[in-house]
């Protein structure tokens, strides 16, 4: 078994979609459209098997959740860059561009090279060597 896909709700599809293409090398399906519903969505691939689905629909409320704490349910999501080098690269590029950075790259005690960032929404991502 693997995991197909995760997926986010958005208040700015186009945005989100835009962010992961150009900090993460990722490539997008065309949208997709449900008109009775104003659903959209696309598909963002990273390579290989691993996909997002970021989706936008009116009603869908934000988030109450603080990015900056933890809290129960799906907290983060980790993207493998390959090499400490790329970790510390883009974390500093997202911190000039002014995303949030809430951890410095480490060694964390499992033995993870790593940062993390927040996405234009707040969604916590790990950048992992």
Same mark, same amino acid.
């Given at each position: 078994?693997?995991?197909?896909?995760?997926?986010?709700?958005?208040?700015?599809?186009? /945005?989100?979609?835009? @962010?992961? $293409?150009?900090?993460?090398?990722?490539?997008?399906? *065309?949208?997709?459209?449900?008109?009775? &519903?104003?659903?959209?969505?696309?598909?963002?691939?990273?390579?290989?098997?691993?996909?997002?689905?970021?989706?936008?629909?009116?009603?869908?409320?934000?988030?109450?959740?603080?990015?900056?704490?933890?809290?129960? /349910?799906?907290?983060? @999501?980790? $993207?493998?860059?390959?090499?400490?080098?790329?970790? *510390?690269?883009?974390?500093?590029?997202? &911190?000039?561009?002014?995303?949030?950075?809430?951890?410095?790259?480490?060694?964390?005690?499992?033995?993870?090279?790593?940062?993390?960032?927040?996405?234009?929404?707040?969604?916590?991502?790990?950048?992992?060597?």
């Amino acid at each position: 078994m693997k995991i197909s896909h995760i997926a986010i709700w958005t208040m700015n599809l186009e /945005g989100m979609r835009n @962010f992961y $293409i150009h900090y993460f090398d990722a490539s997008s399906n *065309d949208a997709y459209f449900n008109h009775s &519903r104003d659903f959209q969505s696309y598909f963002i691939t990273f390579g290989g098997d691993c996909s997002m689905e970021l989706m936008q629909m009116p009603g869908i409320p934000k988030s109450k959740n603080d990015p900056r704490k933890q809290f129960c /349910g799906l907290t983060h @999501f980790a $993207i493998e860059l390959g090499s400490k080098q790329k970790v *510390d690269e883009l974390t500093e590029q997202l &911190r000039q561009d002014g995303f949030p950075i809430l951890g410095e790259p480490r060694t964390t005690g499992d033995g993870f090279y790593e940062s993390v960032v927040l996405d234009p929404e707040g969604n916590r991502i790990e950048l992992i060597a």
